[in-house]
Each structure stands twice: as structure tokens, then as C-alpha cells.
């Protein structure tokens, strides 16, 4: 199993500035993802956090606005940059096995931006 | 078309009813798994399902690989079971369903 930390909690931000989540796994893990959760909405995937590397980033999402980094195989960040009241959601650091048979979430980030 | 669709998006329930939510999906895939969300936010998978039939406690998920459907089943249920119920399934990422919000009344 994997335990995942993600902070802050719960924030709530200024219009135009920026925030970032972090998400610290207890256990070496592949395959790292951020997920946007709007309100009501399912899981939206935002990106791939890849170690050493650029994030993969799904059609809709860009690095300026969302920077990804991931420095080693247990530690990511995800920045919401320049916040606007769309960007009011639930934001979830995931992991999963390789094949897909597992899947851990951390505790989520809820952003209000006002 | 969503990828993977879930029914009923809403449901409510009085207490010890019998639950059936419904997963289907377009998309060959490599595993199953239904989530648990609490209004708190946090998620858990409750099942991992590749084929066939698991059971923990009262409940119970079902899949058909061939008709790429999947069931959970949630027997005698109870409003501690109150939550939002995702079906997500795996091929190459995770894709979700838009998720059943299950209410159940004492």
C-alpha cells in the first residue's frame, strides 16, 4: 500500500496570485498523477508527473498554467497559477501500480479563489 | 461519448435496501476498480476487479469482461454508506465515471 500527504488541506486565494500543493508518498512509486475534481464533477486528470522530466499534461491543461515538478520518485508539486474563481476545486495527488491494480489518493486540496 | 459511464448518476435509498450501481465502458482495459468518496473528500478503492466476482463484507462487485459492464452491490445497506461511488477503469491511465451519489435514509 502507499500513504500519500498532500497539503495544504484547504485554502482559500486571492484572484491573480498562485498556490502550490505538495504530495509526499511514503513509498517509491512510478506513476504519479494530479487530478481536478470541480465541484459536483468527477476526476479530471491534469497531468502525468514525471520524475526528471516534463509533466504530460491532458488536452486542456498547460504547464503555464499548472507547473508540475516531481524531483524524485516520492515528492511532487502541482502550482494553480495566476488563480481565477474557475479554479475553485478539489485538487488530488494519485498513485497507481503499473498495471493499474492499485490506486492510492491523497486527502486532496480544496482551493477557493476569491 | 464518455469512456466509461455510470447510472444511476443519483440514487437514494431508506435503510437495508439492496444497492446495484452500474459501470460501463468503450475500452479494453486491464483492471477495474470502484472508488469510495466521502463528503470529507478522500478517496479509497474498494474493489480491484479483472474479472469476475469479489464480496467484502456487505458489499459486492461484479465484472463482464465481454460485455464491459461492471456492478457494485451493496446489500442491507446503511446510511454510513452514504457516499459518492466511482467506477474507474485502467488502460495505460485511470479513467472515471461521473460517479453515483448514494443517499440512504434511516
Known amino acids: 500500500s502507499a500513504v500519500i500527504s498532500q497539503k495544504p488541506s484547504r485554502d482559500i486565494c486571492q484572484r491573480g496570485t498562485s498556490l502550490t500543493i505538495q504530495c509526499q508518498v511514503d513509498?517509491?512509486?512510478?506513476?504519479m498523477f494530479w487530478y481536478r475534481q470541480q465541484p459536483g464533477q468527477s476526476l479530471t486528470l491534469i497531468a502525468t508527473?514525471?520524475?526528471?522530466?516534463?509533466?504530460?499534461?491532458e488536452s486542456g491543461f498547460v504547464i503555464d498554467k499548472f507547473p508540475i515538478s516531481r524531483p524524485n520518485l516520492t515528492f511532487s508539486t502541482l502550482t494553480v497559477s495566476n488563480m481565477s474563481p474557475e479554479d475553485s476545486s478539489i485538487y488530488l495527488c494519485?498513485?497507481?501500480?503499473?498495471?493499474?491494480?492499485?490506486?492510492?489518493f491523497g486527502e486532496g486540496s480544496w482551493l477557493t479563489v476569491v | 461519448k464518455n469512456e466509461v459511464e455510470q447510472s444511476p448518476q443519483n440514487l437514494t435509498a431508506q435503510e437495508g435496501e439492496f444497492i446495484t450501481i452500474n459501470c460501463s465502458y468503450s475500452?479494453?482495459?486491464?483492471?477495474l476498480h470502484w472508488l469510495q468518496q466521502h463528503p470529507g473528500g478522500g478517496i479509497v478503492s474498494l474493489f480491484m476487479?479483472?474479472?469476475g466476482k469479489k464480496k467484502h463484507g456487505r458489499l459486492i462487485a461484479t465484472i463482464n469482461i465481454q460485455e464491459k459492464h461492471s456492478s457494485l452491490h451493496i446489500t442491507a445497506s446503511h446510511p454510513r454508506d452514504s457516499a459518492v461511488y466511482i467506477c474507474?477503469?485502467?488502460?495505460?491511465?485511470?479513467?472515471f465515471g461521473a460517479g453515483t451519489r448514494l443517499t440512504v435514509k434511516p
Open positions: 494519485s498513485v497507481t501500480g503499473l498495471s493499474g491494480n492499485t490506486i492510492y
Open positions: 513509498s517509491q512509486v512510478t506513476m
Open positions: 508527473a514525471n520524475q526528471g522530466s516534463e509533466a504530460t499534461y
Open positions: 475500452v479494453g482495459i486491464s483492471a
Open positions: 476487479l479483472s474479472s
Open positions: 474507474a477503469v485502467f488502460y495505460g491511465n485511470m479513467r
